[in-house]
């Protein structure tokens, strides 16, 4: 098993002044409005707890996994829900907080299918964003970082598991033949 850590993208101090600096944005936007934040898991569960705990509107937070069908380990688009939401969304301000917007395929998903549930509205916010990989059209009302086309772990982002509690971002190195 190898304990190398992978080489830094994001500091720990990049990311932590940008999830001040959208806090900020989105509690001035939400000002007076309670904001429902929809977590996907895993990957979003350590930027939601810094943001929601810089936010200074009300907030309520659920979580709901989806997993992607078929044997290829690429986001094929054809999306499961394995654990849904427990709140209604009817009414509320919803904000679906995601760590990586790649293809846009599991979000466009995830927001078509919550866009039934009649909340008031609905917003994006993701902790990085590679528009490089782009398949279908959606974009983030809220976006941390545009990082390049590497695979990234840390900050809630995994390679098969691994490197979600690093505090910073970092990317898996492609092995070469040389
Ligand atoms: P998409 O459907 O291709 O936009 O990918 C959605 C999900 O794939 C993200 O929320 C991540 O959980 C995962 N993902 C995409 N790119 C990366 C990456 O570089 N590192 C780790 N996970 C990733």
Known sequence: MTTSLPPILITERAIQQRVSE??????????DREVLLVGILKGSWVFLADLARR???????????????????????????????????????????????????????????????????????????????????IKADYVGFEVPD????????DCAERFRNLPYVGYIEEENDG
Request: glycine share 4%; aromatic share 6%.
């Open 55 to 137: 936010l200074t509107v009300p907030v309520i937070i659920d979580f709901m996994t989806v997993s992607s069908y078929g044997a290829s380990t690429k986001t094929s688009g054809v999306v499961k829900i394995v654990l849904d939401l427990k709140c209604p969304l009817e009414n509320r301000d919803v904000l679906v907080v995601e760590d990586i917007l790649d293809t846009g395929l599991t979000l466009k998903y995830i927001v078509d299918s919550l866009k039934l549930r009649r909340p008031r509205s609905l917003k994006i916010v993701a902790l990085m964003d590679k528009p490089a990989r782009r398949k279908v059209s």
């Open 22 to 31: 959208l806090a900020r944005q989105i509690s001035a936007d939400y000002h």
């Open 150 to 157: 590497k695979f990234v772990v840390g900050y809630g982002a």
